[in-house]
């Protein structure tokens, strides 16, 4: 609670008092009201985490109803405001009609310091999630009122990624997305998003390569206080947080077998049990999914569920690297040069046809990211009006593979160098690497796993 803004009303001078010694060393602000005269007010000039109110003030003082026309009061005023209810003369009609008019919970006079902090803790919480899914809605909003950054093209490969888009974002399928690094992948996904039925709901990107095996159920389906050593309250995981609208998983390939097989459940069953909860929740999601393994192959070595990709791959779409997209590459060049001309101040116009030869020659492992910095990079150093080849600082012969260097004649260890040097030189990019080799994707990665590459 240490962030936490808190707000109290209540005419008892004493009680507020001692809940003011109770909570300040527990949080960053606590604010007090002896009647709720002000409250319009001081809401206008702050935003709280909690409001504790009371419901009996000076006429009717039994009934709560007093109580009662506050709370529509700040609820109108702030919509998602965490309500705290608390009064001396409460029963269970009260507090269920407090709860329906809003309250997030409901506390009776005279209680313990402990109870008392322990449901302001747990109201913090909810304020601070309600806040981070407002926040991940006005992001949403914000990227779907602005054209995305580099989602741009014109070739056909590019067109039939659109048309697909346009076909699949009105449907709830759960769609596939593959391709190299740097493609564009999560941005198809949020194009799926912003063109379907649950464009106003939350868009929930999560790169799985990032979540350690440990982690994973916390953060995928949440936890319930004291699940585990610092689970210190309830969590909502990314799959409820998601719920109503879309949930993004990136790099899906990377999960392990015990992960695959909990992922699985939750999409088999529509529901999720929070860490250490004991009842289900249902979820109501489109489940978008991306990586750029092959997971076809991982499937034939055991690595991944077959039944896992029928759930996540109703549909699929793959994004073309960069050097497969024809004219794209000058499209996407004169929109991040427009885009960093603008952001740095610099008086550079265009791009030279030196230059653009030079891009054209290079393979772009890194796809349309790298081209980004690339041209980021260029219109920084650039003194001039026109981006020159030598503006663009790309590997010396990209085409050219070291000479090896034999040290033995064993057929086996000279394939594995030829490998190693050839995935060096690509940056570990499997498709290039493939073609140099005059192997199909899955005969290389039978050789990388057979020499530990």
């Not at 109770?22 to 949080?27: D, F, M, S």
Request: charged share 30%; proline share 3%; hydrophobic share 40%.
């Amino acid at each position: 609670m240490k962030d936490a803004k808190i707000l109290i009303i209540d005419d008892n001078a004493d009680l507020l008092f001692a809940l003011k010694l109770a909570l300040k060393k527990k949080v960053k602000q606590i604010d007090l009201l002896e009647h709720p005269d002000q409250t319009e007010k001081i809401l206008e000039q702050h935003d709280y985490s909690v409001i504790v109110l009371d419901m009996n003030f000076s006429k009717d003082a039994m009934s709560g109803q007093e109580g009662f026309d506050w709370l529509r009061r700040i609820l109108k005023i702030d919509p998602e405001a965490v309500v705290v209810c608390m009064t001396a003369y409460g029963d269970l009609p009260k507090a269920v009609q407090a709860i329906k008019l809003g309250a997030t919970d409901f506390i009776l006079k005279p209680f313990e310091n402990e109870k008392f902090l322990a449901t302001i803790q747990a109201a913090a919480k909810l304020g601070l999630q309600r806040r981070e899914l407002n926040d991940l809605k006005a992001q949403n909003r914000a990227l779907a009122d602005s054209p995305s950054l580099d989602f741009l093209g014109d070739s056909p490969v590019m067109r039939q990624v659109f048309h697909t888009i346009r076909k699949v974002a009105q449907t709830d399928a759960s769609v596939l997305i593959l391709g190299e690094n740097g493609t564009g992948k999560e941005l198809v996904a949020r194009a799926l998003h912003e063109n379907s039925a649950r464009r106003d709901k939350v868009f929930a990107s999560v790169d799985l390569g990032s979540i350690t095996e440990t982690l994973f159920e916390s953060e995928m389906f949440g936890h319930v206080k004291g699940a585990f050593t610092d689970a210190r309250a309830d969590r909502a995981g990314r799959f409820e947080l998601a719920s109503s609208g879309t949930l993004f998983l990136d790099e899906i390939g990377n999960l392990s077998p015990t992960m695959q097989a909990k992922l699985l459940t939750v999409l088999e069953r529509r529901e999720v049990t929070r860490v250490g909860a004991n009842r289900a929740k249902p979820i109501d999601i489109r489940l978008v999914c991306a990586t750029n393994m092959p997971l076809r192959q991982l499937i034939a070595e055991e690595k991944f569920r077959e039944d896992l990709l029928y759930r996540i791959n109703t549909v699929e779409i793959q994004v073309p690297p960069l050097r497969e997209r024809g004219d794209d590459l000058e499209l996407l060049a004169g929109h991040f040069l427009e885009l960093y001309a603008r952001k740095y101040k610099k008086p550079v116009r265009e791009i030279s046809q030196a230059a653009f030869k030079k891009m054209r020659q290079y393979p772009w492992p890194g796809n349309v990211r790298e081209l980004r910095h690339a041209i980021e990079r260029a219109v920084i150093m650039s003194d001039h009006k026109s981006l020159q080849s030598e503006d663009f600082h790309f590997k010396d012969n990209p085409g050219k593979v070291d000479e090896l260097e034999l040290e033995s004649y064993n057929l086996e260890e000279l394939e594995r160098s030829v490998v190693a040097k050839v995935l060096k030189k690509y940056n570990g990019n499997i498709s290039l690497a493939a073609k140099e080799l005059g192997l199909t994707r899955t005969s290389l990665y039978r050789r990388m796993e057979k020499f530990g590459l």
